[in-house]
């Protein structure tokens, strides 16, 4: 018995460390800790099965980083929201960019936009990312 019990356990470490392995550097998504609470309690030793307790403190924590996720999503949402109305009280004012050739570049904004969640700014015909903004000149009326 104590021989079965153990080939279960290593089965259930192995299955678990495969999967954990199959996960990489994506994070751990919902389906991924059920697939692996899944695992864990298919091969559990029948004569000690997994604590009650421990069975809630998962699911809390899986709760706990699903909200955590939700938050952060909505916090990058709120960030470029607030990069793009500060990129709009710039348009028609003379402003100063970092090319990506290192290079300065200099003239009115037309117009602000977000491509690939970067704000760009929109002078003289070509684009550039708000983040290479170096000054910003109010025209004199």
Same mark, same amino acid.
């Given at each position: $018995? ?6 279960? #356990?290593?089965?259930? #470490? ?6 954990? %392995? ?7 998504? !919902?389906?991924?800790? $059920? ?10 030793? /029948?004569?000690? /099965? ?55 570049? $200099?003239?009115?904004?037309? %117009?602000? %936009? !977000?491509? %690939?969640?970067?704000?760009?700014? !929109? ?5 550039? /990312? ?12």
């Amino acid at each position: $018995m104590t021989v079965t019990s153990t080939t279960a #356990a290593g089965t259930a #470490a192995s299955g678990a460390a495969q999967t954990a %392995s199959e996960i990489g550097s994506q994070g751990l998504k !919902r389906e991924d800790f $059920m697939l692996l609470l899944l695992t864990q309690l298919k091969h559990q030793d /029948p004569l000690e /099965p997994m604590d009650d307790q421990a069975l809630m403190t998962q699911f809390t924590q899986l709760n706990s980083l699903e909200e955590l996720q939700g938050i952060n999503h909505k916090m990058n949402d709120l960030a470029q929201g607030v990069n793009l109305t500060e990129a709009s009280s710039l348009i028609g004012k003379e402003v100063m960019v970092s090319t990506k050739e290192g290079e300065e570049a $200099m003239g009115l904004v037309s %117009s602000v %936009s !977000r491509i %690939s969640g970067e704000v760009m700014l !929109r002078i003289q015909g070509a684009s550039y /990312p708000l983040s290479s903004l170096i000054h910003v000149q109010n025209q004199e009326v």
